[in-house]
């Protein structure tokens, strides 16, 4: 493969992406929602969701 073609991403990849978006989503309809407990956890699994793929992408970098 030529260095300038970037790779498809992994299926990991795909999947961490996947829940990133759905916490995100989430936790703003539970904030909506004023259910500040499930909003507040969704917002902290969104978190832990980006720096996880944060320190991946360093990694393969």
Do not use: H
């Not at 961490?16 to 978006?21: A, Y």
């Not at 703003?28 to 969704?42: F, I, T």
């Amino acid at each position: 493969m030529d260095q300038n073609t970037p790779s498809a991403p992994s299926l990991k990849q795909l999947l961490l992406r996947g829940l990133r978006i759905a916490a995100s989503t989430v936790a703003l309809v539970e904030l909506l929602r004023n259910d500040w407990a499930g909003g507040g956890l969704a917002t902290l699994a969104w978190l832990v969701f980006t720096q996880v793929e944060r320190r991946q992408s360093k990694q393969t970098s």
